[in-house]
């Protein structure tokens, strides 16, 4: 089954830092550009970070300079590292690929920053 899994996240005070990571099952995700998004309550759901196969990185002007998106091609995994967290940045994480595909919308994973 070709899916995606996010783990990492969790209840951080403000300032603090998380590594959120993104397993993605199968060869199917290999060579395809992924991406970080998020979903605070009552918000839409955005982009925060992008990589492609090579490993050019984008991000939202919100988080740069505190996220660094990489990527494991080898473990088929790729990594949020998440520094100097605010309480804005308190959403639930989720990974795709860039552009996101409707059916590999995961779980997600909770990332709480308190103030």
């Known amino acids: 089954q070709v899916q995606l899994v996010e783990s990492g996240g969790g209840l951080v005070q403000a300032g603090g830092s998380l590594r959120l990571s993104c397993a993605a099952s199968g060869s199917f995700f290999s060579g395809k550009a992924m991406a970080w998004y998020r979903q605070g309550s009552g918000k839409q759901r955005e982009r925060v970070a992008a990589?492609?196969?090579?490993?050019?990185?984008d991000y939202a002007d919100s988080v740069k300079g505190r996220f660094t998106i990489s990527r494991d091609n080898a473990k088929n995994t790729v990594y949020l590292q998440m520094k100097n967290l605010k309480p804005e940045d308190t959403a639930v994480y989720y990974c795709?690929?860039?552009?996101?595909?409707?059916?590999?919308w995961g779980q997600g994973t909770q990332v709480t920053v308190s103030s």
């Open positions: 795709n690929l860039d552009p996101s595909w409707p059916i590999f």
């Open positions: 990589i492609t196969s090579v490993g050019s990185t």
